[in-house]
């Protein structure tokens, strides 16, 4: 095991996390919905925050990911815990504002939601209503604030990050895969990520043997194993991954973003987890000086830090 990082160490890898998550997003969102060969003859390869695609988003504009990760983060840091039915209302008021995509689970349960269900019962009736599965990659994509928050206290992280992916996705998968995630962005922090995998693994054999499988596997499984889908444990190992077979974070994001398919989600997974291993200082400038949402990412993972009593 590597030392301890300094404070100052591990405030750039918080910091990395919830940049690189929104820089993930940005970069991917002009892949969305093609196919890996499709960017190709759209665009090369994606290394520059171009903008377009199906969301026509501007250069460095950020989507649901990101907007639902900050409202979790905004939730956490003023609340200094996590409270459900606040964070309920912050993803209702959110639907609101009329984002410009939103995943049918999601707003399945936030309607229901909104129409008079318990927070604690929406995802439920929003299965009911939808009549099929909901391990999607929604909640994934949005969870690791709650990683960040509860970094030292592994019990705790595991209940919270599942019970927050039970808000809007009521399949278990889901909420475990979005535990194991929040495990591996903790060790990532800690600057012991590959180290770490076979014992986080080990951890979820009791919960799903699903997710440990995709944790044991995903270090030596080959690149035409790796699928941008909107699955949530495709979209754990893609990050997963990448962030393993990369040189950096840029090489880590940029491999995910081009994988095309559900892309943003690809960048948004991939990038959190690489902003955790190379922190803030990792990310290349030139796509955080176009991130629209930088100086408030930046606030909220600092009030996470000093929260989670890194000083």
Not at 67 to 75: K, N, Q, V
Not at 115 to 128: I, K, L, N, P, Q
Not at 148 to 171: I, K, N, Q, V, W
Not at 205 to 223: C, G, I, M, Q
């Amino acid at each position: 095991m590597t030392p301890a990082p300094s404070a100052d160490v591990l405030r750039d890898r918080f910091r990395g996390t919830l940049l690189g998550l929104a820089a993930g997003e940005a970069l991917g969102a002009p892949a969305e919905f093609l196919t890996a060969e499709q960017v190709v003859e759209k665009y090369g390869v994606i290394t520059e925050m171009i903008g377009g695609g199906v969301y026509d988003v501007e250069p460095g504009e950020i989507t649901d990911a990101t907007e639902m990760m900050l409202c979790l983060a905004e939730s956490l840091a003023d609340n200094g815990r996590f409270e459900p039915e606040d964070i309920m209302a912050r993803y209702g008021a959110w639907l609101e504002s009329q984002p410009r995509h939103v995943s049918l689970t999601v707003r399945a349960a936030l309607i229901s939601y909104r129409s008079g269900t318990h927070w604690d019962v929406a995802s439920r009736r929003a299965f009911e209503i939808l009549g099929g599965p909901t391990a999607g990659n929604g909640s994934l994509i949005r969870c690791a604030p709650v990683g960040l928050l509860y970094s030292g206290d592994a019990p705790t992280r595991h209940e919270f990050s599942h019970r927050e992916s039970t808000l809007t996705h009521f399949d278990r998968l889901a909420g475990w895969s979005c535990a194991a995630f929040n495990d591996l962005i903790c060790a990532a922090l800690a600057g012991d990520l590959a180290e770490e995998i076979p014992a986080i693994a080990h951890t979820f054999d009791l919960e799903d043997k699903r997710v440990s499988a995709v944790l044991r596997d995903t270090p030596a499984a080959e690149a035409e194993e790796i699928i941008s889908s909107s699955f949530v444990l495709d979209t754990l190992q893609t990050a997963l991954w990448t962030v393993l077979h990369a040189a950096d974070f840029e090489h880590a994001v940029t491999m995910a973003a081009n994988m095309g398919n559900d892309a943003t989600a690809a960048g948004a997974t991939t990038g959190a987890l690489a902003g955790a291993v190379w922190g803030e200082s990792g990310i290349p400038t030139r796509w955080l000086e176009q991130l629209t949402v930088r100086d408030e990412t930046i606030e909220l993972a600092d009030r996470l830090a000093t929260l989670a009593g890194v000083d």
